[in-house]
Antibody, heavy 119, light 108 residues
Framework: EVQMVETGGGLIQPGGSLRLSCAASGFAVSSSYMNWVRQAPGKGLEWVSILYSGGSTYYTDSVKGRFTISRDDSKNTLYLQMNSLRAEDTAVYYC?????????????WGKGTTVTVSS | EIVLTQSPGTLSLSPGERATLSCRASQSISSIYLAWYQQKPGQSPRLLIYGASSRATGIPDRFSGSGSGRDFTLTISRLEPEDFAVYFCQQYGGSPQTFGQGTKVEIK
């Protein structure tokens, strides 16, 4: 069964750091196009970052320079390192798989992990 | 950035009725780059439609998508109790990819 499980969320003070993990099963993260998408409380969906199978990475403007997407192929796991966290980063963070690099609809979603940035 | 505007914000209907949801883009996009998702409370989104009109695996045929250019539509032909949820459109033709703000389909 294809699935992904996110962990690593929690309550963190502004300016702090967190690393989210997304453990995948049923497919190889290394050959997939993997995203992080977030949803602030009561709000819509916001794409955050993508990691292509070839290693290219892209970010939404609001997280550039603060967040880093990466993967560990031996663990079949995707990561999101989040630094200099702000209150507006508070959201449920979903790990998703895109169908391909140019048809980036998201065919698999994890259940999400909640990040709360507050003092 | 391509902005997607969904309407209405909330749609109040009864089971068995037809639901028509709209997604309008701030600029023209190819229909191959438009998707729809369903999200139920406390759950992650689920892919319904991609390429504007292709149903994802396991999606019932009461769900259909259409449209081109700037205007796209998701139609649920006869609402089942499990269809009451929030629906989002997504465009993945422009960078960054963006989502609409969602339409809530609630029981009347």
């Amino acid at each position: 069964e294809v699935q992904m499980v996110e962990t690593g969320g929690g309550l963190i003070q502004p300016g702090g750091s967190l690393r989210l993990s997304c453990a995948a099963s049923g497919f190889a993260v290394s050959s997939s196009y993997m995203n992080w998408v977030r949803q602030a409380p009561g709000k819509g969906l916001e794409w955050v970052s993508i990691l292509y199978s070839g290693g290219s990475t892209y970010y939404t403007d609001s997280v550039k320079g603060r967040f880093t997407i990466s993967r560990d192929d031996s663990k079949n796991t995707l990561y999101l390192q989040m630094n200099s966290l702000r209150a507006e980063d508070t959201a449920v963070y979903y790990c998703t798989r895109a169908y391909s690099w140019n048809y980036a609809y998201m065919d698999v979603w994890g259940k999400g992990t909640t990040v709360t940035v507050s003092s | 950035e391509i902005v997607l505007t969904q309407s209405p914000g909330t749609l109040s209907l009864s089971p068995g009725e037809r639901a028509t949801l709209s997604c309008r883009a701030s600029q023209s996009i190819s229909s191959i780059y438009l998707a729809w998702y369903q999200q139920k409370p406390g759950q992650s989104p689920r892919l319904l439609i991609y390429g504007a009109s292709s149903r994802a695996t396991g999606i019932p045929d009461r769900f259909s998508g259409s449209g081109s250019g700037r205007d796209f539509t998701l139609t649920i032909s006869r609402l089942e109790p499990e269809d009451f949820a929030v629906y989002f459109c997504q465009q993945y033709g422009g960078s960054p990819q963006t989502f609409g703000q969602g339409t809530k389909v609630e029981i009347k």
